[in-house]
């Protein structure tokens, strides 16, 4: 078959590497074999722990110097024990997705579309009583964008110099919040009111 | 799994494909592309006649554990498909629109559309048959089979032809009509395989 073809088969993988270097691999349906990692693996439409992928999300693209984002969403089955997979073992996991064309079971001319990690992990109960999870991602190269800038006037520096003392513990460099009804401080001021 | 009653038997029986493809057709004339997607299954439209209470009874106690726990229905179709033998999955591996089985008494007829099940991990699967085969004297054959496998059976998953059952889950609750000629009515139901 070509793209050119009256009727085209194609398919979704997403490939979820864990810190622990156990995988997840999924498929939109049925199931697929596909080489991303020099060996070939099997995809299948849904894995005992994580269960299917009910959402693909939202992916952003973009050039430059842009942060892109997604998420995703898996129904984990019923069956699955709720800390198998819901946990901080979800984070920084690798979540790659391809979208390629399918003959029998292989996958040809697949696309690899996004990289990115898990950023953070929500479980939300939907409307018919399921279980799911959602996974916010960031872009791999989102990484890089993490500064060391050495030994600075801020809490985690203070803290390793005197443990446990907390002077710094409000220095955030947030915005400051007073409570509702207190008296309107100067417009110019970063101070916000809710 | 829930195993639903045999009698009384429907009225109607209505086959769709859960299709999860699509057209692309652009709005102003360009040729249409079909993109199919993996993963397409049955549903199946179950029409049940006006019952006695105690046949209804039956019925819908069945239903009410089967819209938690699943259904499953042995398939009743225009012929007699009994006399296939023993047939099993030829072999593991097997991918696409082709299936290799064996096992089957020799000289059976697997006609153009006969639903089958392919029982692997302890799931039920059905599939059809798309080109009417005779099996050969050794009871093997490569049949053409639609949709493609879901799944991937291991050699000597049992296939069910004589007597195949179609299980999933049940499209919504279900009740009859118990009316004023103590005579219920309107029993229906619709069974989505799952995967």
């Known amino acids: ?194 | 799994m829930i195993d639903l009653p045999t009698t009384p038997s429907p009225t109607n029986i209505r086959w769709e494909v859960l299709d999860f493809g699509g057209t692309m057709q652009g709005p102003v004339g360009g040729s249409a592309q079909r993109i199919n997607r993996l993963g397409n299954r049955w549903s199946l439209m179950v029409t049940l006649p006006p019952m006695l209470p105690a046949d209804a009874d039956q019925w819908e106690a069945a239903l009410l554990r089967g819209l938690r726990q699943g259904v499953r229905w042995r398939i009743i179709q225009a012929f007699n498909p009994e006399g296939a033998g023993s047939p099993l999955v030829d072999g593991g591996s097997q991918a696409g629109d082709q299936l290799d089985v064996k096992g089957f008494n020799a000289g059976y007829w697997c006609r153009r559309n006969q639903p089958f099940a392919i029982v692997s991990g302890g799931k039920r699967y059905v599939h059809r048959v798309v080109t009417a085969q005779q099996i050969g004297a050794d009871g093997t054959a490569t049949l053409e089979i639609e949709p493609p496998l879901r799944v991937e059976p291991t050699d000597e998953d049992v296939l069910e032809f004589s007597a195949p059952y179609i299980e999933g889950l049940l499209a919504e609750p279900v009740t009859g009509d118990f009316s004023a000629d103590r005579i219920v009515h309107g029993l229906s139901f619709t069974i989505n395989e799952a995967g």
């Open chain 1, 1 to 194: 078959m070509a793209v050119t073809d009256t009727a085209i088969t194609v398919a979704g993988l997403l490939k979820i590497d864990f810190v622990d270097e156990t995988s997840v691999r999924l498929c939109d349906g049925g199931f697929l074999y596909f080489t991303s990692d020099s060996t070939s693996e099997k995809y299948e439409a849904s894995d005992s722990i994580y269960g299917t992928l009910a959402d693909p999300g939202e992916w952003e693209m973009g050039f430059g110097d842009q942060a892109e984002g997604g998420t995703i969403t898996l129904a984990p089955p019923d069956t699955a024990t709720f800390t198998d997979w819901y946990g901080d073992h979800l984070l920084d996991a690798r979540v790659r997705l391809w979208f390629g064309e399918v003959s029998g079971s292989t996958v040809s001319s697949a696309e690899q579309v996004a990289d990115m990690l898990i950023d953070t992990y929500e479980q939300e109960i939907s409307a018919g009583g399921q279980r799911i999870l959602q996974l916010g991602l960031i872009s791999r190269a989102e990484k890089l964008f993490l500064r060391n800038e050495g030994n600075v006037c801020s809490e985690r520096f203070h803290k390793s110099v005197w443990t446990g003392e907390n002077g710094f513990n409000n220095c955030t460099d947030l915005a400051g919040y007073v409570a509702w009804g207190a008296e309107s401080p100067p417009r110019s001021g970063t101070t916000r009111f809710r």
